[in-house]
């Protein structure tokens, strides 16, 4: 089908854009299942369109075809992609991709860009996260911040050749970092290095199908990886109680405020590891718990005290089928009841996991 993307060919961002809907889900669909070892192919749900659905990108300078410095990513023929055209990022996201590209040319930054990260408010805000080479850049970006018009903020830091994160231990030059998205019709309100989701319009369901695949209603559920409390929030309003980890500070405070006045819900700092060998400790008992995964596995440590913390039944979101599979290998009397594909990215070769495992 027509990929319509000017840049489709020698972006390396969307390698399925030009695949028909059917083709690109049985591709999700038997990565996850070779991965699983499963026999039977997973079902696949898509709730978007693949153009327009980015709310945040994360970028890298270089020139183009015609010689221009852009933001984007290395295309496939040596040049750098210009994502401010990218169809699928919002119209938001593209303005501001080109707000940040005007920066960097006002500061002249072209050869000190490691990465910079791109995100969009829903009250039309935009923070723009620069991560720099040297001081010097630092200093002539701070000069040009005062050009900027309100709502745009901006965070900097100097890095380590090749560093890749632009949010983490940065300060802030201009205006308030902090951003806003919705679910539901509830705003989330998330600083840096908090989480915010690439596709805010497919959070919507996939926190729903987790819950209901959890079965907490009168539960008490442990969450691992909460991020800044979205779907801790859902949860709480069903369940009887909710403990909520992430490794994040930042993401536990921002989980406070968009928790304030839920009574039932215990937020912790702490690697996942440590935290469940502490609350095994404490005699802490739970019936359910959530797995937000990363692409590593969780590993033994993490996981094989949950059993003796009373879970039966959790849910495990894998952004990789490999560090799922994994994960199942190390966690004892682990049983896969259910298994679908859950595609946040369209046109893209990521896709989420769904897996609900009952133990004992």
Not at 53 to 67: C, I, L, Q
Not at 109 to 117: G, K, M
């Amino acid at each position: 089908m027509d990929p319509a993307c000017v840049q489709f060919g020698q972006c390396p961002g969307c390698p399925l854009r030009h695949a028909s809907p059917e083709f690109e889900e049985t591709h999700h669909a038997r990565v996850a299942t070779q991965a699983l070892r499963l026999e039977t192919l997973l079902q696949v749900t898509s709730p978007t369109s693949r153009d327009g659905f980015r709310s945040r990108a994360v970028v890298r300078a270089g020139p183009s075809g015609d010689g221009h410095f852009v933001l984007g990513l290395g295309g496939l023929d040596g040049d750098m992609v210009d994502l401010s055209v990218c169809p699928a990022q919002t119209p938001d996201s593209r303005a501001a991709l080109s707000t940040a590209t005007a920066l960097m040319l006002a500061a002249r930054l072209e050869a000190d860009i490691e990465t910079v990260a791109v995100t969009t408010s829903i009250d039309g805000r935009l923070r723009l996260s620069f991560c720099l080479r040297t001081e010097d850049g630092l200093l002539r970006l701070r000069s040009a911040v005062a050009t900027l018009p309100p709502g745009v903020s901006v965070t900097a830091k100097v890095s380590a050749p090749r560093s890749r994160d632009a949010e983490y231990d940065a300060q802030v030059l201009a205006g308030d970092p902090s951003v806003l998205f919705e679910v539901d019709g509830k705003p989330f309100i998330s600083h840096p290095p908090s989480w915010v989701p690439q596709s805010p319009k497919t959070v919507s369901q996939l926190r729903a199908d987790v819950v209901a695949a959890l079965d907490a209603r009168g539960s008490t559920v442990l969450e691992i990886g909460c991020g800044v409390g979205t779907t801790t929030r859902a949860l709480a309003e069903v369940a009887v109680s909710v403990t909520a980890i992430d490794r994040e500070r930042q993401a536990i405070a921002d989980a406070r405020l968009n928790l304030a006045g839920f009574g039932n819900v215990d937020l912790r700092v702490g690697l996942a590891a440590h935290a469940v060998r502490k609350l095994l400790s404490r005699g802490a008992r739970f019936d359910r718990a959530l797995l937000h995964g990363m692409r590593l596995p969780f590993g033994p440590e993490a996981l094989r005290f949950l059993p003796a913390l009373g879970v039966k039944r959790l849910v495990y979101l894998a952004p990789s089928a490999k560090a799922l599979d994994a994960d199942l290998e190390a966690l004892p009397g682990a049983r896969l009841t259910s298994a679908d594909v859950f595609v946040q990215m369209p046109g893209t070769s990521h896709a989420l996991v769904r897996a609900v495992v009952e133990l004992g």
